[in-house]
């Protein structure tokens, strides 16, 4: 074969290599989806993942939005979203920036108003007008962000939910075990299955399963997780003052587990100071994830609160 005749089928077998690699589309993320009912939008330069149920139940009672905790995601209320929709209602429920499958930029301003601001963006595109307000729910670090999403608008939210809960009031670096989870991530020592098991033993007050350690490790294996996390500490000043005051005119439910050691009850009646109309409801025996560890006891708890407060 001459030498002619190689430079010929090299360049009809690369070029058209070339061409494609040129004109190819990324993959957007749009089409990886972690869940059937996942979505993605770009909100102030971070893209966040959400996921919606509508109910079956013709008129829907309300709308519900959940808010998971420090190192969780929408996966934290697996055992909670069938009961709300057999109930009635519509939710939504979302990844905060660092966590599950949204963005991991430490660009991001992780404070909690600033994180209520994204989430009155989010809603906002959800809404498309509809004036129905909001149920909002939040445990542990997203109780805060919960609480500060219904600071900022109580005149669009319908009630306030709050799962061992750090408030506003609290800082996330006073909870041991969130210290020990961000100094062992940050040490690259935490994502094995043995240190996430006994951190959910912790948290649970009972073994965990495979498909819980597990739901909880794959969003935190994403590239980004260790720099989001050193941010969410560093990056978090406030960009709106958050008056706990306009509380008082919404109904608040606060679920505790009575054996919850990272955030204990005691944070309950911090939080019942300045929400003295707070339903204070405990769950024998449950750790700091009642929605998890004890779903039947809490989603009764949870459906007749919204179903009260949601009346037409």
Same mark, same amino acid.
């Given at each position: 074969?001459?030498? !002619? %005749?190689?430079?010929?089928?090299?360049?009809?077998?690369?070029?058209?290599?070339?061409?494609?690699?040129?004109?190819?589309?990324?993959?957007?993320?749009?089409?990886?989806?972690?869940? *059937?009912?996942?979505?993605?939008?770009?909100?102030?330069?971070?893209?966040?993942?959400?996921?919606?149920?509508i109910t079956k &139940?013709?008129?829907?009672?309300?709308?519900?939005?959940?808010?998971?905790?420090?190192?969780?995601?929408?996966?934290?209320?697996?055992?909670?979203?069938?009961?709300?929709?057999?109930?009635?209602?519509?939710?939504?429920?979302?990844?905060?920036?660092?966590?599950?499958? +949204?963005?991991?930029?430490?660009?991001?301003?992780?404070?909690? +108003?600033?994180?209520?601001?994204?989430?009155?963006?989010?809603? =906002?595109?959800?809404?498309?007008? =509809?004036?129905?307000?909001? /149920?909002?729910?939040?445990?542990?670090?997203?109780?805060?962000?919960?609480?500060? &999403?219904?600071?900022? !608008?109580?005149?669009?939210?319908?009630?306030?939910?709050? %799962?061992?809960?750090?408030s506003t009031a609290?800082?996330?670096?006073?909870?041991?075990?969130?210290?020990?989870?961000?100094? =062992?991530? &940050?040490?690259?020592?935490?994502?094995?299955?043995?240190?996430?098991?006994?951190?959910?033993?912790?948290?649970?007050?009972?073994?965990p399963d495979t498909? =819980?350690?597990?739901?909880?490790?794959?969003?935190?294996?994403?590239?980004?997780? %260790? #720099?989001?996390?050193?941010?969410?500490? +560093?990056?978090? *000043? #406030?960009?709106?003052?958050?008056?706990? /005051?306009?509380?008082?005119?919404?109904?608040?439910?606060?679920?505790?587990?009575?054996?919850?050691?990272?955030?204990?009850? *005691?944070?309950?009646?911090?939080?019942?100071?300045?929400?003295?109309?707070?339903?204070?409801?405990?769950? /024998?025996?449950?750790?700091?994830?009642?929605? #998890?560890?004890?779903?039947?006891?809490?989603?009764?708890?949870?459906?007749?609160?919204?179903? *009260?407060?949601?009346?037409?």
């Open positions: 074969m001459t030498h !002619k %005749i190689r430079i010929f089928l090299l360049f009809i077998v690369v070029l058209p290599v070339i061409y494609i690699s040129l004109n190819a589309s990324p993959v957007p993320r749009e089409a990886k989806m972690p869940f *059937r009912n996942s979505h993605f939008i770009t909100v102030d330069s971070a893209v966040i993942h959400y996921r919606l149920w &139940v013709k008129p829907a009672k309300g709308k519900v939005i959940f808010i998971h905790g420090f190192a969780g995601s929408t996966f934290s209320f697996r055992k909670n979203y069938d009961s709300l929709l057999s109930a009635g209602y519509n939710i939504l429920a979302l990844d905060l920036p660092a966590f599950g499958y +949204s963005d991991r930029g430490t660009w991001i301003n992780y404070s909690q +108003s600033s994180r209520a601001i994204m989430i009155w963006k989010l809603l =906002d595109f959800i809404d498309r007008g =509809d004036t129905t307000a909001w /149920n909002i729910i939040g445990h542990c670090m997203g109780g805060g962000t919960a609480e500060a &999403v219904a600071i900022m !608008k109580p005149q669009r939210t319908r009630s306030l939910t709050i %799962i061992g809960a750090l609290l800082s996330l670096s006073n909870i041991k075990p969130v210290k020990k989870f961000y100094a =062992d991530y &940050v040490n690259l020592n935490f994502l094995s299955f043995s240190n996430m098991q006994q951190l959910l033993l912790s948290g649970y007050k009972q073994q498909n =819980d350690i597990t739901g909880y490790m794959m969003p935190l294996r994403l590239p980004g997780t %260790i #720099e989001a996390i050193v941010s969410l500490f +560093s990056n978090c *000043r #406030e960009v709106v003052p958050l008056n706990s /005051n306009s509380l008082k005119q919404i109904p608040v439910l606060a679920v505790w587990g009575t054996k919850d050691s990272w955030t204990p009850p *005691r944070y309950a009646k911090t939080i019942k100071t300045y929400v003295p109309q707070m339903e204070l409801h405990l769950i /024998n025996g449950a750790g700091h994830m009642p929605m #998890e560890t004890h779903p039947g006891e809490f989603n009764g708890i949870l459906v007749e609160f919204l179903n *009260r407060v949601n009346k037409h």
